[in-house]
Nanobody
């Protein structure tokens, strides 16, 4: 599986950005796609994910109500719509794939920088 992320950039606080991740390769039929981020001086955290079976979504408390994850099956992408951005959202964002669980085997895309200015 290969993942190619795009869409990062610089935005003012309160603004919006949309990240996209193109998924290619053999994924199988049951898997999950997610977005993680690593802020300066902090560890990588899962902020949103979605499963293929049932479309179950997960959001970290820090982004709940502001970020939305969605799959575009026609384009084979997973997107993260980010709204009401805050300076503390500044981080490198990574898309990720797992066919097991997030504590086991994970395939990572390259990171994309999101910077929110105050």
């Amino acid at each position: 599986v290969q993942l190619q992320a795009s869409g990062g950039g610089l935005v003012q606080a309160g603004g919006s950005l949309r990240l996209s991740c193109a998924v290619s390769g053999r994924t199988g039929s049951s898997y999950a796609l997610g977005w993680f981020r690593r802020a300066p001086g902090k560890g990588r955290e899962r902020i949103a994910s979605i499963t293929t079976r049932g479309g179950t979504t997960y959001y970290a408390d820090s982004v709940k109500g502001r970020f939305t994850i969605a799959r575009d099956n026609a384009k084979n992408t997973v997107n993260l719509q980010m709204m009401s951005l805050k300076p503390e959202d500044t981080a490198v964002y990574y898309c990720a794939f797992t066919s097991t669980n997030w504590s086991a085997r994970v395939t990572w895309g390259q990171g994309t920088q999101v910077t929110v200015s105050s």
